[in-house]
C-alpha cells in the first residue's frame, strides 16, 4: 500500500524567505509524485508533477529516490503563495487513485 | 476555461436521510471520482468510475455509498442512509484519457453536515 507524509500541518515564513515544504512516501513500485495547491476558498488544483521537471510559480520539487522524498521549494517565497499544499501519489503508469499527505498550510507573513 | 462544477456547495441533513451530490465533470474527460475531506484530516479517496462502471473504491465506499452516470453528463455521489461521521467535504473530480495518470481536476466541493 502507499503512503504519503507530510510532516508539518503549519509552516510559516517571511516573505522573500526560502521555503520548503517536506514531501515522503513509501511505495514499493515506481511510483508519480505530485504537489497540488489549494488556496483561500479555491479548489484544489495541480501545482506540478515530477515528470515534468517543471517550475511552476518558482516552486520546484526533486524526486529522490534513495530517500523517498519529493519536497517542494521555492528560493523566494512570496504572500501569494500562501495556501494548503498537498503532495500526492498513484502507480507509475497506472489509472489509479491519487493518494494525498495531510496537507501543510503555508503561511507567507508581509 | 472549463471546471468541474459540484452542487450543492453545501448540504445539511439528518442522520438516515439519503443524500445526492452533483458533479459536472468537463465534458471531453472520461475518468470520474469521489473523493471526500472530513475536517482537519486528509483527503481521501471514495470511488473512481470509467466506461460506465466503477473501476476502484477504497474501504470507506461501503454498501451505503452508489455513484451513477445517469445521463451522461452527470456524476452522482449517493449515501443512503447519512452517519454523523459523513459529514466532510465531498470532492468530485475528473480526468481526460491520455494524460498523465494524476492530473486530476477538481470541483470546488460539496460541503456536507449530517445532524
Known amino acids: 500500500a502507499q503512503r504519503v507524509t507530510q510532516p508539518e500541518k503549519l509552516l510559516s515564513v517571511f516573505k522573500g524567505a526560502p521555503v520548503e515544504l517536506k514531501c515522503n512516501y513509501s511505495?514499493?513500485?515506481?511510483?508519480?509524485l505530485f504537489w497540488y495547491v489549494q488556496y483561500s476558498r479555491q479548489r484544489l488544483q495541480l501545482l506540478l508533477r515530477?515528470?515534468s521537471r517543471e517550475s511552476i510559480k518558482g516552486f520546484t520539487a526533486d524526486l529522490n529516490k534513495g530517500e523517498t522524498s519529493f519536497h517542494l521549494k521555492k528560493p523566494f517565497a512570496q504572500e501569494e503563495d500562501s495556501a494548503m499544499y498537498y503532495c500526492a501519489l498513484t502507480p507509475s503508469g497506472s489509472a489509479r487513485q491519487l493518494t494525498f499527505g495531510s496537507g501543510t498550510q503555508l503561511t507567507v507573513l508581509p | 476555461e472549463p471546471e468541474v462544477t459540484q452542487t450543492p456547495s453545501h448540504q445539511v441533513t439528518q442522520m438516515g436521510q439519503e443524500v445526492i451530490l452533483r458533479c459536472v465533470p468537463i465534458?471531453?474527460?472520461?475518468?470520474f471520482y469521489w473523493y471526500r475531506q472530513i475536517l482537519g484530516q486528509k483527503v481521501e479517496f471514495l470511488v473512481s468510475?470509467?466506461?460506465?462502471?466503477?473501476?476502484?473504491k477504497s474501504e470507506i465506499f461501503d454498501d451505503q455509498f452508489s455513484v451513477e452516470r445517469p445521463d451522461g453528463s452527470n456524476f452522482t455521489l449517493k449515501i443512503r442512509s447519512t452517519k454523523l461521521e459523513d459529514s466532510a467535504m465531498y470532492f468530485c473530480?475528473?480526468?481526460?484519457?491520455?494524460?498523465?495518470?494524476?492530473?486530476?481536476?477538481f470541483g470546488e466541493g460539496s460541503r456536507l453536515t449530517v445532524l
Open positions: 515530477h515528470i
Open positions: 473530480a475528473s480526468r481526460r484519457q491520455g494524460t498523465n495518470t494524476g492530473e486530476l481536476f
Open positions: 465534458s471531453n474527460h472520461l475518468y
Open positions: 511505495y514499493s513500485g515506481s511510483p508519480e
Open positions: 468510475f470509467y466506461n460506465n462502471e466503477i473501476s476502484e
